[in-house]
Protein backbone atom coordinates (compact mmCIF):
# COMPACT_ATOMS: atom_id res chain seq x y z
CA UNK A 1 0.00 0.00 0.00
CA UNK A 2 1.57 3.45 -0.87
CA UNK A 3 2.47 5.58 2.18
CA UNK A 4 0.80 9.31 2.13
CA UNK A 5 1.47 12.45 3.01
CA UNK A 6 -0.66 15.23 4.18
CA UNK A 7 -0.09 18.27 5.87
CA UNK A 8 -0.85 18.25 9.58
CA UNK A 9 -3.02 21.06 10.08
CA UNK A 10 -4.49 24.14 8.38
CA UNK A 11 -6.73 26.68 9.01
CA UNK A 12 -9.27 28.73 7.14
CA UNK A 13 -12.40 30.92 7.20
CA UNK A 14 -15.76 30.38 6.64
CA UNK A 15 -17.37 30.58 3.24
CA UNK A 16 -13.34 30.02 1.66
CA UNK A 17 -12.53 27.19 -0.65
CA UNK A 18 -10.35 24.80 1.40
CA UNK A 19 -7.68 22.48 -0.57
CA UNK A 20 -5.97 19.83 0.94
CA UNK A 21 -3.17 18.18 -0.75
CA UNK A 22 -2.25 14.68 -0.21
CA UNK A 23 1.02 12.78 -2.11
CA UNK A 24 1.39 9.70 -2.71
CA UNK A 25 4.23 9.00 -5.11
CA UNK A 26 4.47 5.37 -4.70
CA UNK A 27 0.93 4.63 -6.18
CA UNK A 28 0.31 1.52 -8.33
CA UNK A 29 -1.80 0.84 -10.87
CA UNK A 30 -4.59 -0.92 -8.75
CA UNK A 31 -4.75 1.52 -6.40
CA UNK A 32 -7.99 3.98 -5.83
CA UNK A 33 -7.38 7.27 -3.66
CA UNK A 34 -9.79 7.71 -0.62
CA UNK A 35 -10.89 10.64 1.96
CA UNK A 36 -12.05 10.03 4.95
CA UNK A 37 -13.24 12.94 7.47
CA UNK A 38 -14.09 12.85 11.37
CA UNK A 39 -15.13 14.82 13.36
CA UNK A 40 -13.99 14.28 17.20
CA UNK A 41 -16.19 11.98 19.49
CA UNK A 42 -17.04 10.47 16.22
CA UNK A 43 -16.46 7.40 13.61
CA UNK A 44 -14.34 8.55 9.87
CA UNK A 45 -17.04 9.13 7.70
CA UNK A 46 -16.13 8.35 3.57
CA UNK A 47 -15.90 11.55 1.87
CA UNK A 48 -14.92 10.71 -1.83
CA UNK A 49 -12.93 7.92 -3.69
CA UNK A 50 -11.04 8.74 -7.57
CA UNK A 51 -8.93 7.27 -9.55
CA UNK A 52 -7.70 9.34 -12.21
CA UNK A 53 -9.03 13.04 -12.92
CA UNK A 54 -12.10 14.75 -11.47
CA UNK A 55 -14.70 13.45 -9.16
CA UNK A 56 -17.41 15.35 -7.66
CA UNK A 57 -20.13 14.80 -5.47
CA UNK A 58 -22.46 16.64 -3.41
CA UNK A 59 -19.46 17.18 -0.40
CA UNK A 60 -15.97 17.67 -2.35
CA UNK A 61 -14.07 17.28 -5.28
CA UNK A 62 -11.13 15.21 -5.91
CA UNK A 63 -8.68 16.25 -8.52
CA UNK A 64 -6.10 13.91 -9.40
CA UNK A 65 -3.51 14.74 -11.76
CA UNK A 66 -2.15 12.51 -14.64
CA UNK A 67 1.44 11.10 -13.02
CA UNK A 68 -1.68 9.69 -9.98
CA UNK A 69 1.14 10.84 -7.43
CA UNK A 70 -1.16 13.33 -6.02
CA UNK A 71 -4.29 14.55 -5.21
CA UNK A 72 -6.56 17.05 -4.15
CA UNK A 73 -9.32 17.34 -1.75
CA UNK A 74 -11.67 20.43 -2.22
CA UNK A 75 -14.23 21.67 -0.08
CA UNK A 76 -16.41 24.53 -1.13
CA UNK A 77 -17.37 27.18 0.66
CA UNK A 78 -15.90 25.44 4.19
CA UNK A 79 -18.49 26.54 6.84
CA UNK A 80 -17.72 25.63 11.08
CA UNK A 81 -18.99 22.54 10.55
CA UNK A 82 -16.51 21.57 8.18
CA UNK A 83 -14.13 21.43 11.08
CA UNK A 84 -12.43 17.69 11.22
CA UNK A 85 -9.38 15.77 10.68
CA UNK A 86 -9.51 14.72 7.11
CA UNK A 87 -7.77 11.54 5.76
CA UNK A 88 -5.85 10.32 2.49
CA UNK A 89 -5.84 7.07 1.61
CA UNK A 90 -4.51 4.89 -0.90
CA UNK A 91 -5.11 1.00 -1.39
CA UNK A 92 -6.30 -1.33 -4.09
CA UNK A 93 -10.18 -1.68 -4.17
CA UNK A 94 -10.34 -4.38 -6.58
CA UNK A 95 -8.46 -8.42 -7.34
CA UNK A 96 -10.45 -9.61 -3.57
CA UNK A 97 -9.11 -6.44 -1.23
CA UNK A 98 -11.25 -6.67 1.69
CA UNK A 99 -10.52 -3.12 2.29
CA UNK A 100 -7.19 -2.96 4.20
CA UNK A 101 -7.52 0.22 5.28
CA UNK A 102 -4.13 2.63 6.94
CA UNK A 103 -4.89 5.29 7.83
CA UNK A 104 -2.22 7.87 8.40
CA UNK A 105 -1.79 11.08 10.54
CA UNK A 106 -4.44 13.07 8.76
CA UNK A 107 -5.04 16.96 8.07
CA UNK A 108 -6.72 18.95 11.19
CA UNK A 109 -9.00 21.33 9.10
CA UNK A 110 -9.89 24.48 11.70
CA UNK A 111 -12.75 26.92 10.24
CA UNK A 112 -12.87 30.21 12.15
CA UNK A 113 -15.94 32.26 12.00
CA UNK B 1 -32.03 4.00 11.70
CA UNK B 2 -28.70 3.77 13.14
CA UNK B 3 -26.58 2.13 10.35
CA UNK B 4 -23.49 1.17 12.43
CA UNK B 5 -23.76 1.02 16.25
CA UNK B 6 -22.11 -0.13 19.25
CA UNK B 7 -22.34 -0.86 22.91
CA UNK B 8 -21.27 0.21 24.96
CA UNK B 9 -20.00 3.68 24.28
CA UNK B 10 -18.13 3.95 27.19
CA UNK B 11 -15.75 1.27 29.50
CA UNK B 12 -14.13 1.75 32.34
CA UNK B 13 -12.80 -1.35 34.04
CA UNK B 14 -9.35 -2.56 35.57
CA UNK B 15 -6.54 -4.80 34.50
CA UNK B 16 -6.96 -8.37 34.06
CA UNK B 17 -10.46 -7.58 34.06
CA UNK B 18 -12.12 -9.49 30.73
CA UNK B 19 -14.70 -7.55 28.59
CA UNK B 20 -16.69 -7.12 25.23
CA UNK B 21 -17.74 -4.65 22.67
CA UNK B 22 -20.95 -5.26 20.27
CA UNK B 23 -21.31 -4.51 17.05
CA UNK B 24 -24.47 -4.46 14.92
CA UNK B 25 -24.81 -2.86 11.26
CA UNK B 26 -27.96 -3.02 9.47
CA UNK B 27 -27.26 -1.86 6.23
CA UNK B 28 -26.97 -5.15 5.05
CA UNK B 29 -22.73 -5.25 4.12
CA UNK B 30 -20.97 -8.16 3.86
CA UNK B 31 -17.62 -7.32 5.47
CA UNK B 32 -16.92 -6.12 8.58
CA UNK B 33 -14.26 -4.67 11.00
CA UNK B 34 -12.59 -3.62 13.91
CA UNK B 35 -10.22 -0.47 14.42
CA UNK B 36 -8.15 0.81 17.36
CA UNK B 37 -7.73 4.71 17.50
CA UNK B 38 -4.92 5.60 20.66
CA UNK B 39 -4.24 8.64 22.22
CA UNK B 40 -2.18 10.46 19.60
CA UNK B 41 -5.17 9.48 17.57
CA UNK B 42 -3.84 6.59 14.96
CA UNK B 43 -6.40 5.05 13.11
CA UNK B 44 -5.15 1.20 12.94
CA UNK B 45 -7.41 -1.70 11.55
CA UNK B 46 -7.37 -5.05 13.90
CA UNK B 47 -9.59 -7.71 12.23
CA UNK B 48 -11.37 -8.16 9.36
CA UNK B 49 -14.43 -10.61 8.73
CA UNK B 50 -15.98 -11.29 5.48
CA UNK B 51 -19.66 -13.30 5.65
CA UNK B 52 -18.75 -14.82 9.11
CA UNK B 53 -15.31 -15.57 8.12
CA UNK B 54 -11.99 -13.81 9.22
CA UNK B 55 -9.72 -12.30 6.14
CA UNK B 56 -7.25 -9.77 7.41
CA UNK B 57 -6.19 -10.43 11.54
CA UNK B 58 -3.29 -7.45 11.77
CA UNK B 59 -0.59 -8.28 14.61
CA UNK B 60 -2.60 -7.57 17.51
CA UNK B 61 -2.36 -10.10 21.10
CA UNK B 62 -4.38 -12.72 20.89
CA UNK B 63 -6.09 -11.33 24.05
CA UNK B 64 -7.67 -10.19 21.43
CA UNK B 65 -10.42 -12.70 19.61
CA UNK B 66 -13.14 -11.04 17.41
CA UNK B 67 -16.72 -13.26 17.22
CA UNK B 68 -19.01 -12.78 14.68
CA UNK B 69 -22.22 -14.84 15.32
CA UNK B 70 -23.64 -13.53 11.66
CA UNK B 71 -23.18 -11.27 8.80
CA UNK B 72 -24.32 -8.31 10.63
CA UNK B 73 -22.99 -9.09 14.01
CA UNK B 74 -18.70 -8.16 14.77
CA UNK B 75 -18.41 -8.62 18.61
CA UNK B 76 -14.70 -8.15 20.07
CA UNK B 77 -13.67 -10.39 23.34
CA UNK B 78 -10.72 -8.78 25.17
CA UNK B 79 -9.02 -11.26 28.09
CA UNK B 80 -6.47 -9.83 30.23
CA UNK B 81 -7.16 -6.18 30.49
CA UNK B 82 -4.04 -4.05 30.26
CA UNK B 83 -3.65 -0.37 30.44
CA UNK B 84 -2.19 -0.11 27.02
CA UNK B 85 -5.35 -1.24 25.47
CA UNK B 86 -7.25 1.88 26.90
CA UNK B 87 -8.20 3.49 23.18
CA UNK B 88 -11.24 4.20 21.32
CA UNK B 89 -12.92 1.32 18.98
CA UNK B 90 -14.53 1.61 16.13
CA UNK B 91 -16.40 -0.88 13.84
CA UNK B 92 -17.36 -0.87 10.52
CA UNK B 93 -18.82 -1.93 7.49
CA UNK B 94 -18.78 -2.43 3.79
CA UNK B 95 -20.19 -4.77 0.61
CA UNK B 96 -18.23 -5.89 -2.09
CA UNK B 97 -17.20 -4.35 -4.79
CA UNK B 98 -16.37 -0.98 -2.35
CA UNK B 99 -14.45 -2.08 0.78
CA UNK B 100 -13.07 1.40 0.65
CA UNK B 101 -16.29 3.00 1.22
CA UNK B 102 -16.55 1.74 5.03
CA UNK B 103 -19.12 2.95 7.36
CA UNK B 104 -18.31 3.81 11.07
CA UNK B 105 -19.70 2.97 14.33
CA UNK B 106 -19.50 6.21 17.03
CA UNK B 107 -16.87 4.17 18.82
CA UNK B 108 -16.59 2.48 21.79
CA UNK B 109 -14.07 4.81 24.22
CA UNK B 110 -12.43 1.71 26.81
CA UNK B 111 -10.24 2.89 30.01
CA UNK B 112 -8.11 0.32 32.03
CA UNK B 113 -7.32 2.08 35.25
Known amino acids: LAKTTQPISMDSYEGQEVNITCSHN???????ITWYQQFPSQGPRFIIQ???TKVTNEVASLFIPADRKSSTLSLPRVSLSDTAVYYC??????????????FGKGTKLSVKP | DTAVSQTPKYLVTQMGNDKSIKCEQN?????MYWYKQDSKKFLKIMFS???????INETVPNRFSPKSPDKAHLNLHINSLELGDSAVYFC????????????FGPGTRLTVT
Open chain 2, 92 to 103: ASSQYPRPYEQY
Open chain 1, 26 to 32: NIATNDY
Open chain 1, 50 to 52: GYK
Open chain 1, 89 to 102: LVGDKLGGSQGNLI
Open chain 2, 27 to 31: LGHDT
Open chain 2, 49 to 55: YNNKELI
